[in-house]
């Protein structure tokens, strides 16, 4: 790696007013972990802290020259694929990053917002599952979005477990899957590292006690920096979990919906009280 080199990471994302989450979350989250961001805008959303109220996907065209401006021009590290919202936009996406096939791809599936407001089809999710899901190295889930992703309508009788979702993505091509609990019903929040061979790494972290409006995507984009930084798959998932867990612990609540994770707590004075 040259002198003075900043490990570049492309994030596919759509907008979020509050910087929450979304694209603006992802270009918070690399730069307080000391990578350079390149976004590209899937989608436009009309949200809160409180939710998510409408959205407008932009066309395949506009999100493929907007790709491929900047990767005609600057070298990337790591790709990381957050709320896509079309299967238009899934296909553009699936073309572009076929051509960068040594470069790792983490992809946070984002199917509903935090209140449950929907952002995914099932056709869109069939894409996915179709066209990004094997060229993924690492997809991030929650315990809702494994099952909604792994359950087949027409021969599952019963919702499968963890573990069972966790097969079945892997099935479908991607080299990684970690599942989160912080849906699950469990006094700790337990995340979950699948391989190829099973179950490969497994943390558990105490349950904070608000609900966070971009954990998912903090999550997936620092596993996608330290990435790019050269750690290995099982560094930088445990990393990205330390430093997601130290922005929900410092988390602040600037509307009338959820808290905010606080990507630069490393940067505040300790005496301030906000900090």
Known sequence: MPPNHIATVLSFAATDPTCGAGLHADVLTLAALGCHPLAV???V???????VEDFLTLEAE????QARSVLEDIPVAAFKVGMLGSVEAVMAVAEIVSD???VPLVLDPVLSSGRGDELASENMIDALKDMLLPQTTLITPNTLEAQRL???E???NEVPDAE???ERLLDMGCEFVLITGSHAQTPQVINTLYGAEGAVQSLAWDRLPHSYHGSGCTLATA????????GDLLDAVRQAQEFTYQTLQHAYRPGMGQHLPDRFFWARDEGDDNA
């Open 164 to 166: 069972e979702c966790a």
């Open 100 to 102: 960068y096939p040594d």
């Open 62 to 65: 506009w999100i493929v020259d």
């Open 154 to 156: 027409g021969l599952d």
């Open 223 to 230: 596993i996608a920096g330290f990435l790019a930084q050269g």
């Open 45 to 51: 959303t009309v949200q809160d802290s409180v939710g």
């Open 150 to 152: 792994a359950i087949d």
């Open 41 to 43: 805008v899937t989608a």
